[in-house]
C-alpha cells in the first residue's frame, strides 16, 4: 500500500489498550460472517490483514459511532500533516467490492466493480501480487492524488465462481440494496471452505 507508514501509525493508536476491547469484538463480529482462520490456513496472513482494514475502514465503534479512521481524524486532527491528510481522505472514499481484471493499459490495471459496473484505472505501484485478466477479487480501491491504488489485502475467488457473485451482486443491486459489505464477507468463508477443500468444485461451495 502507498504511504504504508501513514496506515501503521493509525493502526497502532486504533488497535492500541484504549481500543483493544473494540478490536476483539470486531474480530468476534467479523468470524461469525468470514469464518475462522487459523495459523496453519494458507491464506493466514492476508486474511489477518484483511481483518484489520475492515475494522479500521469499516466497522463503526458503537460507542461512538464511527469508524476507528473517522475517528482517529477526528482526535488527531491537529496533529495530522497535510499529506497524511490527503491519504486518510481518500482511504474515507475507499470502494470495498469484488472485482475483475478486464487488463492493462501502461503502468495502470484496469478493473470493473462487479456491483457498480463502473471501470477504474489503477495504479500497479506498491503492489506484490500477478493479476491476470480475467481474475476475480474482493479488493479495496482508494484515490489519492488523482490515482486509485489498491490496500493490502485481496482475496482471489476461483473463476467458476464469477457466474454466482455476479448473479448476487446484480439481484442486490436491483433490489436497491447499496450496502454488500456482509455478501463480501460471505464470499470470504466461501473461498476459505474452497481453499480447504481444492478438491471439491467451487460451484459446490459457492451458492
Given at each position: 500500500?502507498?504511504?504504508?507508514?501513514?496506515?501503521?501509525?493509525?493502526?497502532?493508536?486504533?488497535?492500541?489498550?484504549?481500543?483493544?476491547?473494540?478490536?476483539?469484538?470486531?474480530?468476534?463480529?467479523y468470524?461469525?460472517?468470514?469464518?475462522?482462520?487459523?495459523?496453519?490456513?494458507?491464506?493466514?496472513?492476508?486474511?489477518?490483514?484483511?481483518?484489520?482494514?475492515?475494522?479500521?475502514?469499516?466497522?463503526?465503534?458503537?460507542?461512538?459511532?464511527?469508524?476507528?479512521?473517522?475517528?482517529?481524524?477526528?482526535?488527531?486532527?491537529?496533529?495530522?500533516?497535510?499529506?497524511?491528510?490527503?491519504?486518510?481522505?481518500?482511504?474515507?472514499?475507499?470502494?470495498?467490492s469484488?472485482?475483475?481484471?478486464?487488463?492493462?493499459?501502461?503502468?495502470?490495471?484496469?478493473?470493473?466493480?462487479?456491483?457498480?459496473?463502473e471501470?477504474?484505472?489503477?495504479?500497479?505501484?506498491?503492489?506484490?501480487?500477478?493479476?491476470?485478466?480475467?481474475?476475480?477479487?474482493?479488493a479495496?480501491?482508494?484515490?489519492?492524488?488523482?490515482?486509485?491504488?489498491?490496500?493490502?489485502?485481496?482475496?482471489?475467488?476461483?473463476?467458476?465462481?464469477?457466474?454466482?457473485?455476479?448473479?448476487?451482486?446484480?439481484?442486490?443491486?436491483?433490489?436497491?440494496?447499496?450496502?454488500?459489505?456482509?455478501?463480501?464477507?460471505?464470499?470470504?468463508?466461501?473461498?476459505?471452505?474452497?481453499?480447504?477443500?481444492?478438491?471439491?468444485?467451487?460451484?459446490?461451495?459457492?451458492?
Amino acid at each position: 500500500m502507498i504511504h504504508q507508514e501513514f496506515f501503521n501509525k493509525l493502526v497502532n493508536v486504533m488497535t492500541s489498550e484504549t481500543y483493544l476491547e473494540d478490536v476483539k469484538k470486531a474480530r468476534a463480529e467479523y468470524i461469525k460472517i468470514a469464518g475462522e482462520v487459523f495459523e496453519d490456513d494458507t491464506s493466514f496472513e492476508m486474511r489477518m490483514t484483511s481483518f484489520l482494514e475492515w475494522y479500521i475502514l469499516a466497522h463503526p465503534i458503537k460507542t461512538k459511532n464511527k469508524t476507528p479512521l473517522k475517528i482517529y481524524l477526528d482526535e488527531y486532527n491537529a496533529s495530522i500533516k497535510d499529506e497524511e491528510r490527503e491519504f486518510f481522505s481518500g482511504l474515507v472514499n475507499t470502494i470495498h467490492s469484488v472485482f475483475e481484471i478486464k487488463g492493462q493499459k501502461k503502468e495502470f490495471l484496469k478493473i470493473r466493480d462487479l456491483f457498480s459496473m463502473e471501470n477504474y484505472l489503477v495504479t500497479e505501484d506498491n503492489i506484490n501480487h500477478t493479476f491476470r485478466k480475467g481474475d476475480i477479487l474482493e479488493a479495496k480501491v482508494f484515490p489519492f492524488k488523482g490515482k486509485y491504488f489498491f490496500s493490502n489485502a485481496f482475496c482471489f475467488h476461483p473463476k467458476k465462481a464469477g457466474k454466482f457473485i455476479s448473479s448476487e451482486l446484480k439481484k442486490m443491486k436491483k433490489n436497491n440494496n447499496p450496502d454488500i459489505s456482509d455478501f463480501i464477507l460471505k464470499l470470504s468463508y466461501m473461498n476459505l471452505k474452497w481453499e480447504r477443500a481444492r478438491g471439491i468444485d467451487a460451484k459446490e461451495i459457492y451458492r
